[in-house]
């Protein structure tokens, strides 16, 4: 544990500071000596961050649903490799897979690199505070020298405008005020003379800090801590050192990603082991694996995370007496606190409904806020100095003030008050439920599309023809997600927003009903649509689906060229290849015009559509726009392209969906209504996602 000591430095008198640091008031250090210290102490400079950029970039790469896509690309390739060793005239659609499926994670790998980058970088916003330049005495002459290189022992003169460039003990001064707003709080400026005036350390006026402000007078000081060892410095490696609490909705992502990671994996294992059991090759049995686990990862959700960077929840009093159990209320100050064991610290927050917490160091601070955390609370911290900045970081949700703010609290807060006004958090906590309804909208609408699982399991079980490639499917992840997934983000609020209860840490942004809702309802609805275009397509080319039944076999060898359809049509290899690419096209055209009702109705979960608008989020159009486009141009503009595998699909076939994305809409507004008829009921219990 950190703390802030200098011993008795502020205690001493000038001839035993000289004593103690090897120096001389007037003449300074030698040259000699300041080397030999910077050798021994190091740069008056902030350490770096322990972690290289490279190593956070790489933990992107591979962190959460990245790992699985990568591990996809590997054996994709790995796939095609063996294959091509066995026959050179394999085609090449195993690489084209991972060629598909490895910028996509790089490009969301980037994305969330940059995002936590700029936002977590504490370090550097604490090194924007440190001063370029000194004026020290050495040698009995005085020397402008960078402020990296002072060391214990220099003596400094500092003059207003000037910022304190290492923690010096003042040995003169003349109307000497300073500035030590974002280390202590103290907004008023604070006058700084030679006399020691109290036993804290950092209350007594003896003493300037490094990065605080001279704001007018002059002064002269000996340097009696540099770098890291500094109170600033020590601030920094208490705010870098502490981890980065999960707020209440990054543990509920976290939740999301490994119940997905965990399914996806899982059912990628069972329709492999299945396949194999079936006599399929293996490594077509690997490609199944690998597009089943790809179907299940929701590329969009990085975006969609992204795009909803606010942090909100709930947010305890805490305020800086008697510490009785009988009382209500309590004011506990800094020196008391240091006395105190966490038991006793534990009973006092869980006996008294509000507390005052007075003049607290950093450290203080952050064990407040642990203990707060350790009777299971959800704590909110607000603040705007450095010395705050442990705090903020380690609250379930930091807030930190916009305008009056220091960068160090402002990078370590989650939440940032543009205006200062704590009247704003009760629009943050709005905002953040808002988040969280447009998070579960757009997991329930990235769950439903799932159907490429059925298709899977029905080819590999009934024996039918491939109803959609791992190509295809890729595609229509990318198609249908990463877009409207994003558009969901900026859904306004449904009305019911401000007046529900808060939400229980228990009540999980992936449950129960949203699963069930999201595979059994919609996505069998969707799986139905889509598999009547697959059907049809078929059927008007001669294959019924009776016929389609365990023709799988006979269908997929090489040297079979005249296959007989429904009719008594002989087919080639090839035409059944182009056929089967046919029916790829047409499945994915189904599931986009299906997505495209699973959009519009994700903009509420309890309301009515047109309670809402159709138009309260443009953003929602741009989404549908994405969706059509990108369909359109996979099956016309790249319909052509063979290495795609889909091919140019007749206009007819768009509508024969159009039904079931019908019967999604007014079934999902069926639900709505009687959730809204019978609040508290079944419907709400269990049909409310």
């Known amino acids: 544990m950190v703390t802030v000591l200098y011993g008795d430095d502020h205690k001493l008198n000038i001839e035993d500071l000289e004593k103690k640091y090897g120096t001389n008031i007037i003449t300074g250090l030698s040259s000699a000596k300041a080397a030999e210290l910077l050798a021994q102490d190091g740069p008056n400079a902030l350490s770096p961050p322990k972690d290289p950029e490279i190593v956070k970039f790489l933990k992107q790469m591979v962190g959460g649903f990245s790992i699985l ?49 700029k936002s977590t970088n504490i370090i550097a916003s604490f090194s924007k505070m440190i001063p370029q330049q000194a004026l020290v005495i050495r040698d009995a002459e005085k020397k402008t020298i960078p402020s990296e290189q002072l060391v214990v022992g220099d003596i400094v003169e500092i003059k207003g405008g000037d910022q304190i460039p290492a923690d010096i003990r003042l040995l003169s ?3 000497c005020k300073v500035d030590n707003s974002s280390l202590t709080g103290e907004s008023e400026p604070q006058s700084r003379s030679c006399d020691f005036t109290d036993d804290n350390p950092l209350e007594t006026k003896n003493i300037g800090f490094y990065s605080t402000t001279c704001l007018e007078g002059t002064a002269t000081g000996m340097v009696i801590n540099t770098g890291d060892r500094t109170v600033i410095g020590q601030i920094a490696s208490l705010a870098s050192g502490v981890g980065n609490e999960k707020t209440p909705i990054a543990i509920e992502i976290e939740h999301f990603v490994h119940i997905v990671a965990g399914v996806a994996v899982s059912l990628g294992i069972i329709f492999f082991i299945i396949a194999v059991s079936m006599k399929n090759p293996v490594l077509d049995s690997i490609i199944f694996l690998i597009g089943i686990v790809e179907a299940n990862v929701p590329e969009g959700f990085q975006a969609t995370v992204t795009c909803s960077n606010f942090r909100s929840g709930l947010w305890p009093h805490l305020v800086s007496p008697v510490p009785s159990r009988d009382a209500k209320a309590a004011v506990v100050t800094g020196m008391e606190l240091k006395d105190m064991s966490p038991e006793q610290l534990d009973e006092l927050l869980a006996n008294h409904s509000e507390i005052v917490f007075a003049r607290t160091s950093p450290q203080q601070k952050l064990i407040i806020v642990e203990g707060c955390q350790r009777l299971g609370a959800v704590v909110a911290v607000t603040g705007d100095g450095v010395n705050d900045s442990p705090a903020l970081k380690k609250a379930d949700v930091g807030i930190a003030m916009g305008i009056a703010g220091s960068d160090a609290a402002k990078n370590a807060a989650d939440m940032v008050l543009l205006d200062d006004n704590f009247a704003s958090i009760v629009t943050g906590v709005e905002e953040g439920r808002l988040i969280f309804d447009n998070l579960k909208k757009g997991i329930a609408y990235t769950l439903s599309k799932d159907v490429a699982l059925l298709s899977y399991l029905i080819y590999i079980i009934v024996g039918v023809p491939l109803p959609i490639g791992a190509i295809a499917t890729c595609f229509t992840d990318l198609g249908t997600d990463i877009i409207p997934s994003v558009a969901l983000a900026y859904e306004k609020a449904e009305s019911d927003i401000t007046n529900r209860k808060p939400r229980h840490k228990k009540d999980r942004l992936v449950n129960k009903p949203l699963a069930l809702y999201s595979f059994l309802h919609i996505g069998l609805m969707q799986s139905l649509g889509a598999f009547v275009v697959y059907f049809t397509i078929y059927a008007q080319a001669g294959f019924r689906p009776s016929t389609l039944i365990g023709l799988r076999v006979k269908w997929e060898k090489d040297d079979v060229n005249d296959l007989e359809d429904s009719y008594g049509q002989e087919w080639t290899r090839y035409q059944r290849q182009y056929l089967e690419w046919t029916g790829y096209t047409a499945f994915f055209v189904a599931i986009v015009v299906q997505q495209i009702a699973g959009l519009i109705i994700r903009k509420t979960r309890r309301n009515s559509i047109f309670q809402q608008g159709l138009f309260s989020s443009k953003v929602i159009w741009v989404g549908i726009a994405s969706q059509i486009t990108i369909a359109l141009i996979l099956s016309h503009g790249f319909g052509s392209v063979t290495a795609l595998n889909f091919t140019v699909l007749r206009a007819q076939y768009w509508f024969v969906a159009v039904p079931y994305a019908i019967l999604i809409w007014v079934y999902d507004e069926v639900r709505k209504l009687f959730i809204r008829l019978y609040p508290g009921g079944w419907w709400d219990k269990n049909m409310y996602y």
């Open 69 to 117: 896509l990568w591990m996809g690309v590997i054996l994709s390739w790995i796939t095609y490799g063996i294959e091509y060793s066995k026959d050179p005239s394999t085609p090449l659609d195993d690489v084209y897979l991972g060629a598909v499926l490895a910028p996509v994670v790089i490009l969301t790998g980037t994305f969330a690199y940059y995002q936590e980058a």
């Open 173 to 175: 001064s003349q109307g």
